[in-house]
């Protein structure tokens, strides 16, 4: 069963500051794996997406890793900012374009 | 433009009711998805629309009814829901017509949060 495992669950951490999350996945195919940043009720929005052959791929403040290998991907962000408080989804696609797995998430809240 | 358009925002329906939920994107993107979301939960795909033409449905109940009337639009019929199908709806849209990553890219929409009483 293809399966998506985001940690930590959630995050609370200061202005300024710098943080990790982590995914991992037990997905085949694999095809990609994208980031996504969903606030509160509102639609996902995409920050980054990597095929296996990518290590790693930056947007602003945002950088995601992949290793392929131990199927392991993080995403760094850097210099947080309130407006960064947000759910953060991993998800996998598998073969089709269709199908995608999502991770259930790592909430996380930048505060003063 | 990379704007998925939904309305209404928030809906409130008995479940006697019949209502639609829109979805509108100008991209030129040939593929579009539904999905369902409860609160603190990963999306879950509902249907999926390729060139107009319904390609996935991942057992969806009856009693929502998609339909894609052209390229740039896509409905979600409602009719007798029951009080769990509460949930934040998403559209979303993709390139679609091959494997290329460009293509497959799903952009999401805001969303209709409904709420069935």
């Known amino acids: 069963k293809n399966q998506v495992e985001q940690s930590p669950q959630s995050l609370i951490i200061l202005e300024g500051k710098n943080c990790t999350l982590q995914c991992n996945y037990t997905v085949s195919p694999f095809s990609n794996l994208r980031w996504y940043k969903q606030d509160t009720g509102r639609g996902p929005v995409s920050l980054t997406i990597?095929?296996?052959?990518?290590n790693t791929k930056s947007n602003g403040r945002y950088t995601a890793t992949l290793d392929a290998d131990t199927k392991q991907s993080s995403l760094h962000i850097t210099a947080s900012q309130l407006s960064d408080s947000a759910s953060y989804i991993c998800v996998v696609q598998t073969g089709t374009a269709s199908k995608l797995t999502f991770g259930t998430g790592t909430r996380l809240q930048v505060t003063l | 433009d990379t704007e998925v358009t939904q309305t209404p925002k928030h809906l409130v329906m008995g479940m006697t009711n019949k209502k639609s939920l829109k979805c509108e994107q100008h991209m030129g993107h040939r593929a579009m998805y539904w999905y369902k979301q409860k609160a603190k939960k990963p999306p879950e795909l509902m249907f999926v629309?390729?060139?107009?033409?319904?390609?996935i449905n991942e057992s969806v109940p009856s009693r929502f009814s998609p339909e894609c009337p052209n390229s740039s639009l896509l409905n979600l019929h409602l009719h007798a829901l029951q009080p769990e199908d509460s949930a934040l709806y998403l559209c979303?849209?993709?390139?679609?017509?091959?494997?290329?990553?460009?293509?497959?890219?799903?952009?999401f929409g805001a969303g209709t949060r409904l709420s069935v009483l």
């Open positions: 979303a849209s993709s390139q679609g017509g091959g494997s290329g990553l460009a293509k497959n890219i799903q952009y």
């Open positions: 990597m095929t296996f052959s990518e």
């Open positions: 629309y390729s060139y107009e033409k319904l390609s």
